[in-house]
DNA sequence: TGAAATGTTGGGGCG
DNA sequence: ACGCCCCAACATTTC
């Protein structure tokens, strides 16, 4: 008797659920179906994840076993592999987005399909006020998310051997080009998850917000395709806390949190994909001037910060997450671009471009979100620059036309007067901090009357 | 996971 | 020793 063991997002062995429950079968059948729907996804994140899907098949490989590619839409394909291989059982990761709650419940409807928890902690389903509501602030939310922690997550090692039937006709993996600063796979990912625990989780809530330094654990990547599971960052980071290494394991911890907590916010309120969180936000008279927007993507605005930010995101499909948040306050409160503008691009170019992880973001800077920063929380891409790189390097790094700049005029070099070749003189816009409040004022205001 | 304006406090210089 | 002023450091308020 066959099982299929269907791989979305779970592209690893360690602590997989469903592959656990397909190895109850005789053989397991790995599975990855290139839905034509990928065709509307980000080029470059198809990229790794095709790498990632050749990762993935050497690593079966030596245990048995080999990864099995068919394109189509899923339950087709899904029912002709039935077919041939009489297989009994289909077990897949549960997965929360719209698309793919869709697709999961076409599927059951017409097959054996079995979802298996396991991209998240605790299912979006457990975490509810008593009244039987979900969260929508990050803070009570992860007091009970805590709470409700067991003591250990029983992970799940990685088989040693997985009995595979290899008469099965096979389709060709697309073409892929090796990453070289994300390189595929579940054995990378456990290599930067050592490296992050035993270097950089010490000093991780003083240095994670500094852009010219490598404090992050540069794992989004692989927490996105699952090469990394949830789970696994979970565990090694509550043990981290518990041997008290610093502070860091705590901090940690929490951004893991903020993970799951906008898969439950996706999950429980789907319309955040399509429009603003709050209802007196959801009409703001966005300027969408497209020049300005395509300043800010070229990283030609003029502001060090911004351009080196938008620079790094264009040449390595990554960006620091505190880069993150100053890019997006100044494309939403500075340019008055749609924060949808700025989500579209973030998906088109993150590596880690995740719809949950990637909108509570947006619609947080926005100030339209769950638990979002107050509309009039305005960053000050200079000021931020300076604290948060303070000598420049990462602007230096990313600009290298402010490479002679020194760290006084490098935040602001309009300031001094003196020009720089092939740099704007000015920024793209002069900031209003004004304009801004009375935009979103004016909307609140508008709902208010128009109800 | 803001910034800036305004208020409060306390140490040190000075007559 | 004392009051006065200055100002940095920190706290609070406001948008």
Redesign the pocket.
């Known amino acids: 008797m066959t099982a299929i063991w269907w791989i979305r997002r779970d592209l690893r062995l360690t602590d997989n659920a469903p592959l656990h429950s397909a190895l109850q079968a005789d053989s397991v059948l790995p599975v990855f179906i290139i839905d034509p729907i990928f065709d509307l996804s980000s080029a470059r994140r198809k990229n790794f994840l095709y790498e990632g899907l050749h990762v993935l098949d050497k690593d079966l490989r030596e245990r048995g076993s080999y990864l099995l590619i068919r394109k189509g839409k899923p339950l087709d394909v899904l029912k002709q592999l039935v077919a041939e291989t009489k297989a009994e059982g289909i077990f897949a990761e549960e997965d929360f987005t719209p698309y793919a709650r869709k697709r999961d419940l076409e599927t059951e409807h017409h097959l054996p399909l079995h979802l298996v928890s396991g991209q998240t902690v605790h299912h979006p389903n457990t975490v509810l006020k008593s009244d039987g509501t979900p969260y929508t602030v990050?803070t009570p939310y992860s007091k009970v998310w805590k709470s409700i922690l067991p003591e250990k997550l029983n992970l799940v090692p990685a088989p040693e051997n997985i009995n595979t039937p290899f008469e099965i006709a096979n389709e060709k993996l697309p073409p892929f080009k090796t990453n070289p600063l994300f390189p595929a796979g579940e054995k990378e990912a456990l290599v930067r998850l050592e490296e992050f625990l035993f270097r950089k989780i010490h000093s991780y809530g003083e240095e994670r917000n500094r852009m010219d330094l490598d404090g992050t654990s540069s794992l989004s990547p692989y927490l996105r395709f699952g090469m990394l599971g949830l789970r696994q960052a979970v565990s090694v980071a509550r043990q981290a806390a518990a041997e008290k290494r610093g502070v860091g394991a705590e901090v940690w911890l929490n951004?893991l949190i903020?993970r799951e907590f906008y898969i439950q916010i996706l999950y429980h309120f789907p319309y955040v994909s399509k429009t603003s969180f709050k209802p007196s936000l959801a009409n703001i008279p966005w300027r969408n001037d497209e020049s300005e927007f395509q300043a800010w993507k070229d990283g030609k605005t003029g502001v060090p910060v911004i351009d080196a930010a938008m620079r790094q995101l264009k040449e390595i499909g990554w960006m620091h997450n505190?880069a993150r948040?100053i890019v997006a306050s100044y494309l939403v409160k500075d340019l008055l671009i749609d924060w949808r503008w700025g989500e579209a691009w973030f998906m088109e170019n993150l590596l880690d471009g995740d719809p949950a992880a990637n909108n509570g973001g947006w619609q947080?800077t926005a100030g339209t979100g769950t638990d979002a920063?107050?509309y009039?929380?305005?960053?000050?891409p200079v000021?931020?620059s300076a604290k948060l790189d303070p000598n420049g390097d990462y602007i230096r790094r990313w600009v290298p036309e402010l490479s002679g700049v020194d760290a006084k005029d490098i935040h602001a070099p309009w300031k001094n007067g003196s020009k720089i070749k092939g740099y704007p003189e000015h920024p793209v816009i002069e900031r209003d901090k004004e304009r801004t409040?009375q935009v979103y004022r004016l909307s609140k205001e508008e709902m208010k009357a128009w109800k």
């Open positions: 990050y951004e903020w505190r948040m947080w920063a107050p009039f929380r305005i960053f000050n000021l931020q409040l």
